[in-house]
């Protein structure tokens, strides 16, 4: 129990993350000082997506799922219908490079409009 338990914990915590890398810097707009933490995030889920590389979170949650004993289809809720957002199956590599350069155009495109945005144009 108590493994399964720390993989869905490891799963929340890892999708966290991702929507933090995609839209933690909307965070700007409210704290700024956020940048100094947004900033590595981006840094690493580009770097993953676009290097090719595995989280390390990924296999700390398959093995906690190892030791709990389950299989795919013997996971409650969050470890049958999360793991498909981060892990698609039609992932491939192309997509991969394709997420890595969206999660950093997004985010200097959202950085470009809470720092460098000119003045007088409110929106």
Request: aromatic content about 14%; proline content about 6%; hydrophobic content about 60%.
């Amino acid at each position: 129990m108590w493994y399964r338990i720390g993989a869905d914990l490891v799963l929340l915590l890892h999708l966290g993350f991702v929507v933090f890398v995609i839209g933690g810097g909307l965070l700007l707009l409210k704290w700024r000082w956020i940048v100094w933490v947004h900033m590595p995030a981006v840094a690493w889920g580009a770097l993953v997506e676009l290097a090719g590389w595995i989280c390390p979170l990924t296999p700390f949650e398959s093995r906690l799922r190892a030791l709990a004993g389950e299989s795919g289809t013997e996971a409650d809720f969050i470890g049958r219908y999360l793991p498909p957002l981060l892990y698609p199956a039609t992932l491939t590599r192309e997509i991969q490079i394709l997420l890595g350069l969206l999660v950093l155009l997004v985010n200097l495109a959202l950085y470009w409009w809470v720092f460098f945005k000119p003045a007088g144009k409110e929106s």
